[in-house]
């Protein structure tokens, strides 16, 4: 065992902590095994609600409302299915950080949160079910990019771009629609975008029209006029394939959206705070809870706009660079290159890579989880937050002063922690340097 320590202190030739688990990770609780069962309570709690909502709000999309059509059977099993998955993901990080540190008998970079991440993720995923494994393997790998670029920006290596963020999703979402136009995506994916950007009026969106019109009949009678002047009189271009005028159709795609994003944002808000019901109203009336329905309203309504009225020369796949400036949402640019090798499998010009997505999902987990240890600022504050909640904010009292001394900053965020230790299991001053 003595001889792998010093193989492994060799190989990463970077100082090492020699303070034990109590001291460096789980500050509340000396026993290691008791840390992570210490934490499985309230990660029950927040995966439950958190997948609940997830699947509660597509599973109301899928059935468009319709209660009945909702197979309440299949909706418990998948959550609490993605509830075990997502705790036992947190159960093996904490566990193999110990596992590991018995191993090679002291904490190091590596060690501290990067491999235990890895083989933590790749033990979860195993639980969830397959068809789900490729989504959160792609949401996974854009938070990693997302990190890794946060990540050499911190340390100097890259320049932060200003709402960069707009860039790869602008980008991505061209390329989506560039595939679609050249049959490059898949049927659901395809439904998807021209749902999204309400693109093909004749594919089933004919009930944005029906709902229109049954609206239209309680309106008064001046704005009903109002109406029939936007339809005739704001004209629209040859390229147009809709029967009313361009502001007119925009219009009736934004508020068509923008009423789906407010029921979404709305269901969203009121499961959050289902615990405190106090809180239900302030939510509903909150800016947050209308960024989501402007984003659905204004990605078609600018799409359209851009597509019809200001680039009429130009091909159909390049307007949704304009339309992503309706928010700055998520990187999007890795997933149509994921459509774009789907494609090149499905004509048989590539290869399909066995338990890919299993590797992805491991790799890019495992790094973010890494980060959450060693870096926590380098990741989206939306995702931080997300990591304080499963771990009932656990995640804040690793001891990070102690590894400063790394120079990554890894106190930054949370600051020196203020816990006491139990000067039982204490194995050197912790006003001291452990290394």
């Known amino acids: 065992m003595a001889a792998l320590s010093k193989l492994v202190a060799w190989a990463q030739g970077a100082p090492v902590l020699h303070s034990n688990c109590y001291e460096t990770i789980h500050t509340w609780e000396p026993d290691c095994n008791t840390a992570w069962l210490v934490a499985v309570p309230e990660a029950l709690r927040f995966s439950f609600k958190t997948y609940a909502s997830f699947y509660l709000v597509t599973t109301l999309v899928g059935a468009k409302g319709n209660l009945k059509k909702i197979d309440w059977s299949k909706f418990t099993k998948d959550t609490l299915r993605s509830t075990v998955f997502l705790t036992c993901n947190l159960i093996f990080y904490l566990s193999f950080l110990c596992q590991i540190r018995r191993v090679v008998g002291f904490h190091s970079i590596p060690t501290l949160g990067y491999s235990n991440g890895i083989l933590s993720s790749l033990c979860a995923i195993l639980v969830e079910k397959k068809s789900r494994r490729p989504a959160l393997a792609l949401y996974l790998t854009n938070l990693a990019s997302e990190t890794l670029y ?107 959206n923008a009423s789906i994003g407010l029921a979404l944002s709305s269901i969203l808000s009121i499961v959050k705070n289902i615990t405190k019901p106090g809180k239900i109203p302030a939510a509903l009336i909150s800016r947050d809870n209308l960024k989501m329905p402007l984003f659905f309203g204004l990605l078609p309504a ?9 680039l009429d020369a130009y091909s159909t796949e390049f307007p949704p660079l304009l339309s992503a400036h309706a928010r700055n949402f998520e990187t999007l640019s890795l997933q149509p290159l994921l459509a774009f090798y789907t494609h090149l499998v499905e004509t048989g010009r590539a290869r399909w890579i066995k338990h890919g997505d299993v590797l992805l999902y491991a790799i890019s987990c495992g790094y973010v989880l890494g980060c959450a240890t060693f870096e926590p600022h380098a990741i989206r504050k939306g995702y931080i937050h997300f990591l304080e909640g499963l771990t009932g904010n656990k995640i804040k009292q690793f001891n990070r002063w102690h590894f400063d001394f790394y120079g990554a900053e890894s106190s930054k965020l949370y600051g020196r922690p203020d816990f006491n230790l139990n000067p039982k299991f204490v194995t050197m001053n912790p006003d001291m340097k452990p290394y």
């Not at 560039?178 to 021209?194: A, R």
């Open 150 to 256: 946060r990540q050499l920006s911190n340390h100097g290596y890259l320049q932060t771009i200003p709402h960069g963020t707009f860039i790869p999703f602008a980008i991505g979402l061209a390329l989506f629609k560039y595939l679609s136009t050249k049959g490059g995506l898949g049927k659901s994916m395809d439904g998807f975008l021209s749902s999204a950007l309400q693109d093909k009026p004749d594919s089933g969106n004919s009930h944005i029209v029906n709902v229109g019109s049954v609206v239209q009949k309680n309106l008064p009678r001046a704005f009903k006029e109002m109406i029939e002047r936007l339809k005739k009189d704001c004209g629209k271009t040859a390229a147009c394939d809709h029967d009313d005028s361009c502001v007119y159709n925009g219009s009736k795609v934004f508020f068509h």
């Open 302 to 310: 600018i799409y359209h706009r851009a597509r019809f009225r200001r």
